[in-house]
């Protein structure tokens, strides 16, 4: 079998709260191959935008280890921590796609500039910019800015910036949250689209059960913590 894109073993994650330590979860383990898409389900505070942290290297597990594209992520090695931090950076920059409930587009760039701007970052070739904008049906409106478009033309832009970088991952934090409910279907039939034709994994944080099942591989959060194909 192909090496997962993505593999987490036995994460445990807590937070201060006063005196105390409040877990979010503990033991939870997940496999996701390429071309895969995963759900994380669970009610608001389950821990759904922690984990995305976790996979992302923006937060730190208190226990087990995270497998990225073949790099192992083990906090417990001593004097390890700066040297994942550098190998996180250089992941987020080239090869794992991140996405918001809000667009994060810089305002004082076009849409264009946007989308290149994270191709040049990602080490892409820019020519393909203004194709991405224009397979998410947005390229005539290239040379507007943020402020001038709508929330689901943002949220396509958001989508183009992460294609652009042909990553390995992409991690959605409730991509469609801001969006009314058709302007939410059409940006998500666009997601699973793209990915299917890419093949890059996906994990997609969602409240939404009609979204969560269009994945392959749901873990609810708030019932038990293993998810994925077995070892
Ligand atoms: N930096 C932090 N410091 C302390 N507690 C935190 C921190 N970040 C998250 N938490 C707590 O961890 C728990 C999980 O939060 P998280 O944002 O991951 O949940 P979520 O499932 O994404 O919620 P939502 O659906 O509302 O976005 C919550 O109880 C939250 O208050």
């Given at each position: ?71 192992r992520f083990d906090y417990r090695e001593a004097g390890a921590a700066g040297q994942q931090e550098k190998r996180w950076a250089r992941l987020r920059r080239r090869q794992i796609g991140v996405m918001f409930q809000e667009a994060n587009l810089m ?125």
């Amino acid at each position: 079998m192909n090496q997962p894109v993505l593999e987490a073993r036995d994460l445990s994650k807590t937070f201060a709260s006063g005196a105390e330590r409040i877990a979010v979860f503990s033991g939870l383990s997940v496999s996701l191959a390429a071309g895969q898409s995963l759900a994380l389900m669970g009610r608001s505070g389950s821990g759904k935008s922690t984990l995305l942290n976790l996979f992302c290297g923006l937060e730190r597990p208190d226990n087990g280890v995270i497998t990225l594209l073949g790099e192992r992520f083990d906090y417990r090695e001593a004097g390890a921590a700066g040297q994942q931090e550098k190998r996180w950076a250089r992941l987020r920059r080239r090869q794992i796609g991140v996405m918001f409930q809000e667009a994060n587009l810089m305002p004082a760039l076009s849409l264009l500039d946007n989308v290149r701007l994270r191709a040049r970052l990602a080490e892409q070739p820019l020519e393909q910019c203004q194709t991405w904008l224009e397979r998410l049906g947005i390229g005539e409106l290239a040379e507007r800015y943020p402020d001038q478009v709508s929330g689901g033309q943002r949220q396509r832009a958001a989508l183009a910036m992460v294609f652009a970088m042909n990553p390995d991952l992409i991690l959605a934090d409730e991509p469609t949250g801001s969006l009314d409910r058709r302007t939410a279907e059409e940006v998500t039939a666009e997601l699973f689209r793209l990915q299917a034709e890419t093949g890059v994994a996906l994990v997609l944080a969602t409240h939404d059960p009609e979204l969560a099942e269009q994945c392959q591989v749901t873990l609810d959060l708030a019932h038990g913590n293993q998810a994925g194909p077995a070892p």
